[in-house]
């Protein structure tokens, strides 16, 4: 049974939330402010927290970049909950640690179709090693049990997120991936008109992989179309400049 920590400080959320997680057979504790929910995260190990960004004591932002920094609970996934819906909003969550980002009021379906597609992702055996897939393809090889890459010669630590959208693109080496296919292969679901999602995990990893992430070489925008991984050298594709 999967253990689900809430971090909420609005009771009317909370109750319904709890109440449908555990109908849907998960085991789940509940934290009302960011201090309580840090303290629990590291005693407990759950398996996936939501956490709400509006919280009394210490804010949401604050305690997803304290779990990202804790050894012991860097790993777990974090669903945000929230009613904060502008987009900046968003990218501050994903810059912040976060690995999806719903908002309220959700329908409890989508909720749950999230946290099945993030407890999924973040099994202990990913989705690349379960398939006889591509794991290497010239200065680069991936390496499923760690997530980790080797690039260069150079051993490379990747978030879940950010290892499965590698290992996306590199499936496709050489092909321009549509942001729907991405959506639906990494993050599980087809949720509509959230690019921004894609566009700050493709941010980061340029930041770990290439030379100047401002002008990339081998993750490349395809400017309307999607994006693809080019690692034989340069071909015609603009690459994106911001």
């Given at each position: ?6 971090i ?24 009302p402010d960011?201090?309580k929910?840090?303290?629990?995260a ?37 669903l ?25 009021p ?12 993030l407890?999924r992702?973040t ?9 006889a ?19 260069f010669?150079?051993?490379v630590?990747?978030?879940h ?10 499936q ?33 990893l340029?930041?770990?992989?290439e ?32």
């Open positions: 049974m999967a253990r689900i920590l809430v909420d400080d609005d009771p009317t959320i909370t109750e319904l939330t709890v109440m449908n997680l555990e109908m849907a057979g998960y085991s789940v504790s509940q934290a960011g201090v929910g840090q303290a629990l590291v005693q407990f190990q759950p398996d996936l927290i939501l956490l709400d960004l509006m919280l009394p004591k210490v804010d949401g932002l604050t305690i997803c970049q304290r779990l990202r920094r804790d050894e012991r609970t860097a790993d777990i996934p974090v945000v909950l929230t009613a904060l819906g502008e987009t900046r909003d968003k990218i501050e969550a994903f810059n912040a640690g976060a690995d999806d980002y719903l908002i309220k959700f329908e409890v379906q989508e909720m749950l179709v999230r946290i099945r597609a407890l992702r099994d202990r055996v990913p989705q690349a090693a379960k398939h897939e591509i794991l290497n393809r010239g200065p680069l090889t991936l390496i499923p049990e760690r997530f980790e890459a080797v690039w010669n150079k051993t630590r990747l978030t997120l950010e290892f499965e959208l590698l290992h996306c693109l590199l496709r080496h050489g092909q321009t991936v549509a942001p729907s296919e991405i959506l639906q292969e990494v993050w599980g679901y087809d949720p509509q008109d959230d690019i921004e999602t894609i566009r700050v995990h493709i941010r980061h340029r930041t770990k992989l030379p100047d992430p401002r002008r990339p070489k081998y993750i490349k925008t395809v400017y309307g179309a999607g994006y693809c991984l080019e690692l034989n050298g340069t071909n015609s594709l603009v690459p994106d400049q911001t």
